[in-house]
């Protein structure tokens, strides 16, 4: 079975499947924004790692939407499921209180506006790009559902460059582990 | 190298033992009893709070107050008291007070009575939040039982 | 697919129904199991055969205080319950109950569910921090290494029904196995599988128990040594969210083993599929999963790992070889 495809009624009513399907986009968009903030303002660092998993789940629902269920599954999957958990984790073992973080002081008072201007600068760059440029519609992708065999076909032909180069990542990072670990049993 | 299969396999024979057990078990019937609905009945040996023994013919009790088991009580719970009815050559108790929180059933009562007046009742059922229901009449609850 | 508003309506009612009724009844499973596993009744006063037991724990769990102790987060500590039960409901949008019973038949529905186990882990986690308490973060740091170590040999195990079946979608892969259960996975007779898969179901198994928290490998709410773990601090119906996601778990666990390794709702002699085979069997697992529970005392945090690590992650890496083998061979 094929995922939802969007056929643009031109005024969906709300108790359409499209309606609901656009209140889930928005909803999964405001989660991403939502997690993002939490993620930034929140003095203790385990609420910002669950601002951030918050914000992750809410990607994956943008890739769906995007007609990649894949990536979604795997955004979860190792986005949330592994690295999320893992900040997690070594935020729990290594602090022994809950503390509020104190206040960095000794950050100059511009880096409140510039980080603002930077990013609405941004926004209005991206914004300006977005409105501006002729959208081409494209057909559904063949792998839109998923299909493993489709995806295996891509990561052994268009991408296999990728996909050595992340082998050998998960290489170097399991010789990483391993000294490290080697050096801390003597 | 060995050790690693050898581990494996008894470990596997174990767990599946294990579990042959437990499912013989699960088959069987209960064993439990369902205490409210089912009274159990006490052993010969139990030691419940003491009771006086009713002559099989007359249903009175034994009991004809001699003292011995008041004297040989340990912690003082009992208090026993008789008078000599008319046309009767023994004593016949009148007031048998058995004070139970104090008493440790130890049994000197029981070995000190030389007329089969005296044995452990099988009451177990013993519960209250006053602590003045545990002092026991024991010639009123005799009269009761009859 | 018809895209009607009634369907995924009619679907979210029957799921919740089921999960709902599935996570009370469990608990009165697993009680009477374990009662007569021990020779004694179980629950017997609250309706015929204590049947209303659940209904009357579940009274008494909502009417109880939400207490929130000093000290802890707040806001994480009310929602991580609410996480636990999530993902184990939303994973049974996926699953096949039988051959037109099934809310979404997602091409990559294998992977949703994995993807959204590691979400319940997270809410073990949040709520083990949440607590603020030396047990329940002890509780919770067990319980998540033990599920990264576990869901390496389960995720082998099932990359090998993968390639059996050449599907993600378990539609697809219990289709694959109709017609007799000499065409299961864990018997298929074909290119000689079944000379193998029964360790592949055994990994399986085991992982499930270990990704559920259940004994021998619970670990993460060790009563005797880390008091409840990460439920430690919780009373009323947050312990109880956490409870029902547990079963729910359990539940999920037991579906997707019937379907990748016993056929979904395949009858084992081709006779008459259908959902009621489909749940026999998720009942006959559920069943084993309580009876392994009664059965085994709990292991020690550094045995279970060894057991991942040394013994259950070359199995499985072993099996993924075989298949592969196997399948280009024939």
């Not at chain 3, 569910?113 to 083990?128: C, D, P, Q, T």
């Not at chain 3, 017609?179 to 898969?197: A, D, K, Q, T, V």
């Not at chain 3, 969210?241 to 999920?252: A, D, Q, R, W």
């Not at chain 3, 045995?303 to 991942?308: D, E, G, H, I």
Request: charged residues 15%; contains cysteine; aromatic residues 12%.
């Amino acid at each position: 079975m094929q995922p939802l495809v969007f056929s643009p009624t031109p005024n969906p009513t709300l108790f359409s499947v499209e309606g609901i399907v656009g209140i889930i986009f928005l909803l999964t968009v405001a989660l991403v924004i939502f997690g993002a903030l939490v993620a930034v303002n929140s003095h203790r660092l385990v609420r910002a790692v669950s601002g951030l998993a918050i914000c992750f789940t809410g990607l994956a629902g943008v890739y769906y939407f995007l007609l990649s269920p894949f990536l979604a599954m795997m955004q979860l999957l190792i986005y949330v499921g592994a690295v999320s958990i893992l900040i997690a984790f070594g935020i729990m073992m290594s602090t022994p209180e809950q503390q509020d973080l104190p206040g960095n002081k000794h950050i100059s008072k511009l880096a409140g506006p510039l980080g603002c201007s930077v990013g609405a600068l941004f926004f209005a760059g991206f914004s300006v790009l977005g409105l501006n440029t002729q959208w081409q519609v494209f057909p559904r992708p063949e792998n839109a559902s998923g299909d493993i065999e489709a995806v295996g076909k891509v990561l052994l032909t268009t991408h296999s460059m990728v996909f050595e180069l992340i082998s050998i990542v998960l290489l170097l990072a399991i010789i990483g582990a391993l000294v490290l670990a080697r050096r801390g049993r003597n | 190298m060995s050790g690693y299969w050898s581990d494996i396999l008894v470990g596997s024979k174990s767990l599946v033992t294990g579990l042959m057990i437990t499912a013989r078990q699960f088959f069987r019937p209960v064993v439990t009893e369902n205490y409210p609905y089912e009274v159990p009945e006490m052993t010969e040996r139990f030691r419940g709070h003491i009771e006086l023994i009713a002559n099989e013919e007359t249903g009175k009790p034994n009991c004809i107050a001699c003292m011995a088991c008041q004297r040989a009580c340990p912690s003082d719970c009992i208090s026993v008291a008789g008078k000599k009815m008319e046309g009767e050559k023994k004593k016949t108790v009148t007031k048998y007070v058995l004070d139970f929180t104090k008493c440790s059933l130890c049994g000197s009562c029981v070995e000190s009575c030389k007329f089969n007046a005296l044995r452990f009742s099988k009451e177990y059922n013993l519960v209250s939040f006053n602590k003045d229901d545990f002092i026991i009449d024991l010639v009123k609850r005799l009269e009761d039982q009859n | 697919m018809e895209t009607s508003i009634w369907r995924p309506i009619l679907y979210l009612v029957g799921i919740m129904a089921f999960a709902g009724l599935n996570a009370a009844y469990l608990g009165w499973c697993e009680r009477k199991g374990a009662g007569r596993i021990q020779r004694r009744p179980g629950p017997k006063e609250v309706g015929f055969a204590g049947l209303l037991q659940p209904l009357a724990d579940g009274i008494k769990l909502m009417t109880k205080q939400l207490m929130v102790p000093q000290g802890v987060d707040g806001i994480i500590f009310r929602v991580a319950p609410v996480i636990a039960m999530i993902p184990a409901i939303t994973s049974m949008v996926v699953i096949p109950f039988s051959g037109n019973i099934q809310a979404r038949a997602m091409e990559l529905s294998v992977l949703l569910i994995f993807a959204l186990a590691s979400l319940g882990m997270m809410a073990v986690l949040l709520g083990g921090w949440a607590s603020g308490n030396k047990y329940a973060i002890i509780s919770s740091a067990r319980a998540v290494s033990q599920n990264l170590a576990y869901e390496i040999p389960m995720l082998l195990t099932v990359i090998s029904i993968v390639m059996i079946s050449g599907s993600m979608n378990l539609r697809d892969i219990a289709i694959d196995q109709q017609g007799g259960f000499w065409h299961w996975n864990i018997f298929r007779f074909e290119n000689g599988h079944f000379l193998y898969m029964w360790i592949g179901f055994i990994i399986f198994f085991i992982c499930s128990l270990a990704e559920t928290n259940r004994a021998p490998f619970d670990m993460a709410e060790a009563e005797s040594e880390l008091v409840a773990g990460y439920m430690t601090e919780y009373g009323s119906m947050g312990f109880g969210l956490f409870m029902m996601g547990e079963y729910l778990n359990i539940v999920v666990g037991a579906c997707l083993t019937a379907t990748l390794f016993l056929g979904g709702w395949d009858c084992p002699f081709g006779l008459t599929p259908g959902v009621w085979w489909f749940l026999l069997k998720i009942y006959v697992l559920i069943f084993t999963v309580i009876w392994v529970r009664w059965t085994y005392p709990r292991t020690q945090i550094y045995r279970l790992l060894n057991l991942s690590w040394k013994i259950l992650i070359p199995f499985s890496l072993v099996n993924v070889l075989v298949t592969a083998a196997l399948i280009k061979v024939f």
